[in-house]
């Protein structure tokens, strides 16, 4: 891909600079058959969650991946409004998450007519705001998968093939990471474009090497929700093992949480610049690896190469 769709627009990959991978700026948790943008009030989203970007800002991020999937609280307008508000570069999706947050047409197509709506979102933009995926969202079941998430799964593999999008998959279970992966590339797809999102939440080390060792990204991105010391003794090993250029940091926080008074509590967005990068330093990462780490790689995560 010679760029990277934002909500703005493209820009050169080598625009983005220092990226939050894996980040939420409204999630939507009334179900598919409620969510929409009746839910919320745009004005009261963009004033609430504009100092959280404003804060990751401050700390030298410029660019935002949104990953809240269709059906779960996506609005492209209100991304391209706190775009343009904080200076972020925001990436938003195409794709489906997992039920209660599937709409009943999903269950009666096949993975070429679900991955064929994607596509025209990719080619046309989302609804009427014209806005362009940056990536693929979609989300798994621990294995064995269902016969949607399969259906899911291989839609998004389709894509991929037909718009160069990389594909980001809320995950954390090693058994669907692997049934995953083996449906990606019994459809031609590489995995070297495929995020296992949560992959924190994999409790084996041996799991993530083989993962890895099939190519894969991994997803380390619940930094802020507790303790640090998984996080940090996981990248740590998967550094010292060679992995450094497949993996993802992030925090998976937020969010403006629809239906809820004000927002409900928001999960702010800057654990990792101000309290788990300096952890790394001082176990002797190298500015550069946390540059791979924090820049080259959410680059190459969307973009290839």
């Known amino acids: 891909m010679a760029c990277v769709q934002t909500v703005l627009g493209p820009v050169a990959p080598d625009e983005l600079g220092l990226t939050l991978i894996h980040e939420h700026v409204m999630v939507d948790f009334g179900g598919a058959e409620q969510t929409g943008p009746h ?25 935002l991946v949104e990953c809240t999937p269709n059906y779960l609280g996506r609005d492209p307008a209100l991304l391209q409004r706190l775009s343009r508000a904080t200076g972020l570069h925001i990436v938003t999706n195409t794709g489906l998450y997992k039920e209660p947050y599937l709409p009943a047409w999903a269950f009666e197509l096949s993975p070429g007519a679900l991955a064929e709506r994607w596509i025209v979102e990719w080619e046309q933009g989302i609804g009427e705001t014209g806005v362009r995926p940056g990536f693929i969202k979609i989300a798994v079941n621990p294995g064995p998968l269902l016969p949607i ?3 899911i799964v291989r839609a998004a593999a389709m894509t991929h093939l037909a718009t160069g999008l990389s594909v980001v998959c809320h995950t954390g279970h090693a058994g669907a990471a692997h049934e995953s992966l083996d449906l990606i590339e019994a459809e031609g797809m590489n995995p070297a474009r495929y995020v296992v999102a949560h992959a924190d939440q994999i409790t084996d080390d041996a799991d993530h090497i083989a993962l890895l060792q099939r190519g894969a990204w991994l997803s380390y991105d619940a930094i802020g929700w507790g303790p640090l010391e998984r996080q940090e003794r996981l990248t740590l090993a998967m550094l010292e093992r060679g ?31 101000g309290e788990f990068a300096p952890r790394l330093r001082g176990a002797g990462v190298a500015e550069e690896m946390i540059a791979t780490l924090l820049v080259e790689n959410p680059r190459r995560a969307l973009a290839g190469g």
């Open 39 to 63: 839910r919320w009030d745009r004005d009261e989203v963009a004033r609430t969650m504009q100092p959280y970007l404003d804060a990751v800002a401050a700390q030298g991020v410029t660019c």
């Open 243 to 273: 992995y450094a250029r497949q993996l993802l940091i992030s925090q998976d926080a937020g969010w403006y949480h629809v239906g809820e008074p004000g927002g409900g509590e928001v999960q702010p967005m800057t654990a990792l610049l």
């Open 149 to 151: 998430q399969q259906t």
